[in-house]
Each structure stands twice: as C-alpha cells, then as structure tokens.
C-alpha cells in the first residue's frame, strides 16, 4: 500500500503561481499529478519517473508547471505558474508500483491516489 496526501491548494488570480505537495509513504516506480474539472474527465498534466528522473507533461500545461521529487522528504511537488482560469480543478497526485506503462500520462497508469486538494483560478 502507498498512502498519498496532497496539500497546497487555494485560490489564486490568473498569473499567479501556486505550489502543489503530495507526501508519499514509500517510493514507487513513477508518480503523476492529475486534474478533474467538474463535469470532465481525470486529464494527466505531469508525470515523473522516480528511477530516471525523467519528466513528462501534458501540452495544455507545457512551459507553465514543473513536476519534482525530494526523495529524502518523500515529497512530490507540482509547481504552478503563470495560472489561468482553465487550470482550475481538483488536482490529485497518483503513483504505480508496476513498471510498464502505455500512456505515462494515462489515469490507468496509476494504481494509488491521493484525495486531492483544489485550485480556484479567478480571472
């Protein structure tokens, strides 16, 4: 079992930067953080793998948010900047124990989930 809690969520303006943390209990073999916006599906916005180092992002947030790992705090972090009122949603962190992955950013990629924390965009 992985225990995953998120924090950092709020309310900010558009332009603004916000920092996303996801405490993890154990390292497994990539971590991701998703979003859902009401009425939509779970989108996957960054993904890490924890052996590699090596990032991926989804296009709609390329350039705007970085994905990154303190592995002596089992720590996960999403930095948001540059925010805009499409960003908001409830953004939950995700890890997989299993190696083998057809889409990183895939939801079904991810065996264990956070509760989420939400991000509130205004205009």
């Known amino acids: 079992q992985v225990q995953l809690v998120e924090s950092g969520g709020g309310s900010v303006q558009a332009g603004g930067s916000l920092r996303l943390s996801c405490a993890f209990s154990?390292?497994?073999?990539?971590m991701g953080w998703f979003r859902q916006a009401p009425g939509k599906e779970r989108e996957g916005v960054a993904a890490?793998?924890?052996?590699?180092?090596?990032?991926y992002y989804g296009d709609s947030v390329k350039g705007r948010l970085t994905i990154s790992l303190d592995n002596a705090k089992n720590t996960l972090y999403l930095q948001m900047n540059s925010l805009k009122p499409e960003d908001t949603a409830m953004y939950y962190c995700?890890?997989?124990?299993?190696?083998?992955?057809?889409?990183?950013?895939?939801?079904?990629?991810?065996?264990?989930w956070g509760q989420g924390t939400q991000v509130t965009v205004s205009s």
């Open positions: 995700a890890a997989a124990s299993f190696g083998t992955a057809l889409q990183t950013l895939g939801v079904t990629s991810y065996n264990y």
């Open positions: 890490i793998y924890i052996g590699a180092g090596s990032t």
């Open positions: 154990r390292r497994t073999y990539r």
